[in-house]
């Protein structure tokens, strides 16, 4: 496997070396004749241990050591090897090319890991998996996966020389054939295995007579649950959420003093405005139709046509969706605890952080000149932005052809997020958020504009490079998340489908739909 040597010189250059998570704390208890290790996912309790191996569990917890010296009573080695296969989820497991120089490091990341050196085969091919994922990390490089409760840390640069071979298929040994003598690269490849982030073919088939082998085949190419993941899709769901990792999760404030929180809304601009009407409480409450006329009765929209869209109606569908109702806490803390202030909108948001920011391209609604304007949700009004005339027309453009509309919509709604108002509180979730919140705000574009007897289309896609280009934004600090297309029907929308088979009260949809005709006329 790898470049022959002597053995007595390879078993003194490979070490096995053992600790405990970074997070693990062991604390005896004499009164209970026990010592409780405490961590991120609870307490673990050992009772009666013996005081040796007590000892072996302190130098863990201070960094990695080797058993054989820690241990020679083969008594109170038995008890620790039971101990440790007792604990997996709280070891660390790491090759060193000496006792003091770890080379990889591989640690668990959740309660139910469990970690056994893989047994390689010479003939069968060895590939570094595609949903693994290399980054650096306080100092070193760390390889993780989705599919993974384990993630690898690479402390020395020899170790990279491991995974340089394995980016397309090949045999263990010629994987190995290029590292120094003093890399267990046997004993790290398995370890790699072990953790999924090196994957082995599948057995080959035998050939038959006359006929060469085909190429090797590996489980996660062809697996149904895997097949239609893209790595980047699958870790994004693996750590927005719980169960799969060990990092911090959600509401930490992990900024704590050094970042204030962004304003609960952007500073106004100086260029002039538009202000925008308002509609009337009792004109609603007399003329809305019903909450179920409006979910039932929307219908696709693949047009903008018939008569204008106006700034009343525009005016209208903002402050029903968007606008500040009310503002909460205090601005002399806007890095304290409670985020200084907040505000109420119509939409729901996560923590009522309200990080969306609405933008407005009009390309022929009546009573506002055609532009680009951003939405100021607490003075109710439009603010002009300069945009390039190019630029505005690709956006509109790029929006159509994304909402999949055969005409351009007199209204782009595109909406983008000011990311520090959640990542200055959450850890973890908050990118997916931002996304769930995008979604509120969406459902009640499409709920208001049915109401109203407009037509709405929610854009597949936005392109984050050309509108932060146009709006003057920085993508890394406030970049397009969704948008909404807004107008005026061009037509009755087409009937069911071919081949549609009624379900569950389909009649709905157009009671519905009469009922709102009825309404907006």
Known sequence: MCPPQDEETASARRFLLWSLREDVHVEADDGKDAVILHHRWGDESVPHPAPRVVEALRRMSLGPISLENAIDDPADRAELDRLLLRLQHLVVRSLGLDQERPLISVVPQSRRARFQPA????????????????????????????????????????????????SRATTPDAALSGLPPSVPGAEALAYLVATGMVVQAKPAERAERGRPAGPPVFAEDSDPALVTWLPQDLMFHARSTLGRHDRDFGATYPMGERWAVEPVTKPATDGGHVTLPRPCWDRLIAADPPLTAAIEGHRPTYAFGGEPLTDRQLGEVLYRTARVRSLVGSPASPGGADGGLAS???????????????YTAVNGCAGIRDGMYHYDPLEHRLEPIDVDAADLRELIDRGRLSAGLATVPPVLILVTARFRRVSWKYTGPG????????????????????????AGCALGAADIEATARALGTDWRTESCVSGFALGHRDEEPPGPPPGRRPANDPAWSDLAAELLRETAG
């Open 119 to 166: 047994l390689l085969s010479p003939v069968r091919a060895v590939r570094m998996s595609r949903f693994a994922m290399l980054r650096a990390e306080d100092g070193a490089y760390c390889l993780e996966s989705p599919l993974s409760l384990h993630r690898v840390v690479f402390h020395r640069a020899e170790a990279m020389w491991l995974i340089g071979a394995l």
């Open 344 to 358: 109420e909108r119509p939409y729901a948001s996560t923590g009522s952080a309200y990080e969306l920011e609405l």
């Open 431 to 454: 990118y997916a958020l931002i996304l769930k919140n995008a979604g509120a705000l969406t459902q009640t574009l499409y709920l208001v504009s049915a109401a109203m007897g407009l």
